[in-house]
């Protein structure tokens, strides 16, 4: 089952903050994020395992709920490199299945 | 470097014409992966390979085939069945393919994009 991403895509200004959201219908192992620039390939963000995780990349952090099966990525201080389509990737209780990807949300952050 | 490498990076194909995409990594990576892109769609699971000789369909596997002769190569091969081909298809690698794979971080090729004429 695919993950929900909200929102589905978000405008900033540099310096600004955002959250994006993940939330799965089912009990999970793990969440991923990624982030991919326009015609580039996705790059790794940071992966969180236990329920209320913190865990951080830059000015980049993200929690992990397990018990709402939600996970969320906070943005600070946004600048121009933090532009392009984040994607959650979650796999389920069991540890032992693929990745399921949400249909992303796209950020774009402007001068 | 230790990468994925991905060809051809844009692919042209005739209605009816099965095409194969190349993925390689020398990461020494146990598991591949392969995606298929659409906007707005995020990234769905084709097939994915956690040991040689051996892979399983995600979801989307039909009109794809795949084989892992080698640890190295995981080729895609888009067949004329599939009915709407066209997309951009990304190949993954992760450390290993059992056990907590969901635990393991994928590590992504820079895409194939193919347009069906």
């Known amino acids: 089952q695919q993950p929900v991403q909200s929102p589905q895509a978000v405008i900033l200004r540099e310096g600004e903050d955002a959250v994006i959201n993940c939330s799965s219908s089912?009990?999970?192992?793990?969440v991923h994020w990624y982030r991919q620039k326009h015609g580039e390939a996705p790059v790794f963000l940071m992966i969180?395992?236990?329920?209320?995780e913190q865990k951080g990349h830059e000015k980049i952090s993200a929690s992990f709920n397990e018990k709402k099966q939600q996970s969320s990525l906070y943005l600070t201080a946004s600048q121009l490199s933090y532009s392009g389509t984040y994607f959650c990737?979650?796999?389920?209780?069991?540890?032992?299945?693929?990745?399921?990807f949400g249909k992303g949300t796209k950020l774009t952050v402007n001068p | 470097d230790g990468g994925i490498t991905q060809s051809p990076k844009y692919l042209f194909r005739k209605e009816g014409q099965n095409v194969t995409l190349s993925c390689e990594q020398n990461?020494?990576?146990?598991?591949m992966y392969w995606y298929r892109q659409d906007p707005g769609q995020g990234l769905r699971l084709i097939y994915y390979?956690?040991?040689?000789?051996?892979?399983q369909k995600g979801d989307i596997a039909e009109g794809y085939s795949v084989s892992r002769e080698k640890k190295e190569s995981f080729p895609l091969t888009v067949t004329s069945a599939q009915k709407n081909p066209t997309a951009f298809y990304l190949c993954?690698?992760?450390?290993?393919?059992?056990?907590?794979?969901?635990?393991?971080?994928?590590?992504f090729g820079a895409g194939s994009r193919l347009t069906v004429l």
């Open positions: 990737g979650t796999a389920p209780q069991g540890g032992s299945e693929k990745l399921v």
């Open positions: 990461l020494n990576h146990d598991a």
């Open positions: 993954a690698s992760s450390v290993a393919g059992t056990g907590a794979a969901g635990a393991n971080v994928l590590t």
């Open positions: 390979s956690q040991i040689v000789n051996d892979f």
């Open positions: 089912k009990a999970l192992y793990s």
């Open positions: 969180l395992l236990k329920g209320g």
